[in-house]
């Protein structure tokens, strides 16, 4: 099955996959200095890695 898209949100949806790289690459700086400022291991940051984007808690253990 195929959907047809017409030009005029052809446009949105552009303008909609601009809108989600440029909050990614933000994301991405962000990520990557709370790792820098963890000095963790690569398996580490894995695990971080986890917690955040798929909200996995088995693997940290947090501060009380």
Do not use: C, P, T
């Not at 690459?25 to 400022?37: N, P, R, V």
């Not at 971080?48 to 808690?57: E, G, L, Q, R, T």
Request: hydrophobic share 35%; aromatic share 10%; proline share 0%.
């Amino acid at each position: 099955m195929k959907i047809n898209i017409n030009k005029k949100h052809q446009k949105e949806i552009l303008k909609f996959k601009k809108l989600i790289e440029s909050h990614r690459k933000e994301e991405d700086k962000f990520f990557e200095g709370l790792i820098a400022s963890m000095n963790i291991s690569d398996e580490q940051v894995e695990i971080i890695w986890d917690h955040i984007y798929n909200d996995s808690d088995w693997m940290v253990e947090k501060e009380q």
